[in-house]
T-cell receptor, first 113, second 114 residues
């Protein structure tokens, strides 16, 4: 069964600190892996997208990595800001079709001053 | 540029009442359209998707239905709401190849059934 597991479930960090969120997936073969940021009560917004052949992708202070051998991805946030407080969702699309896209439950990040 | 609008943002309805959530996309033609439901602590669950006018596919059996009366309009409905229909509903669109198309989400609709 295709699954996407994220850890930790929630995380509290101080403003200015770095953090790393994890995503393990069993979807195979897959077309692409994306990280989305979702503010409370809002729709998710895409941060990064990687195909199976890519190892890393950056978007400002956000850097995603992908290890297709171990089926793991991580999202690293550098110099966190209060506005980074949100849920971060790992999303994997299988090669069989975008309609079968699988969403992780997300990591809830709280950045405190 | 493309935009997606979804409304209403918040809805409180009694059990047994009807439901209509509407979603429209602007700035693109023939988009793939989706309705998702997001439960607390759970990943997004795909409810319906559509590749064209009048073409609706359902991923899970449920008390809801969807319609696509126009190319860029997607409607989620129910004739009689259940308590279990409460949740956060998200409309999304994608273009291009179905397996690689990035999903663009609306702002979401919070439904509370009492």
């Amino acid at each position: 069964k295709n699954q996407v597991e994220q850890s930790p479930q929630s995380l509290i960090i101080l403003e200015g600190k770095n953090c790393t969120l994890q995503c393990n997936y069993t979807v195979s073969p897959f077309s692409n892996l994306r990280w989305y940021k979702q503010d409370t009560g809002r729709g998710p917004v895409s941060l990064t997208i990687m195909t199976f052949s890519e190892n890393t992708k950056s978007n400002g202070r956000y850097t995603a990595t992908l290890d297709a051998d171990t089926k793991q991805s991580s999202l690293h946030i550098t110099a966190s800001q209060l506005s980074d407080s949100a849920s971060y969702i790992c999303v994997v699309s299988p090669i069989t079709g975008g309609f079968k896209t699988i969403f992780g439950a997300g990591t809830r990040l709280f950045v405190k001053a | 540029s493309q935009t997606i609008h979804q409304w209403p943002a918040t809805l409180v309805q009694p059990v047994g009442s009807p439901l209509s959530l509407e979603c429209t996309v602007e700035g693109t033609s023939n988009p793939n359209l989706y309705w998702y439901r997001q439960a607390a602590g759970r990943g997004l669950q795909l409810l319906f998707y559509s590749v064209g006018i009048g073409q609706i596919s359902s991923e899970v059996p449920q008390n809801l239905s969807a319609s696509r009366p126009q190319d860029r309009q997607f409607i989620l409905s129910s004739k009689k709401l259940l308590l279990s229909d409460s949740g956060f509903y998200l409309c999304a669109w994608s273009g291009g190849q179905l397996s690689t198309g990035e999903l663009f989400f609306g702002e979401g609709s919070r439904l509370t059934v009492l």
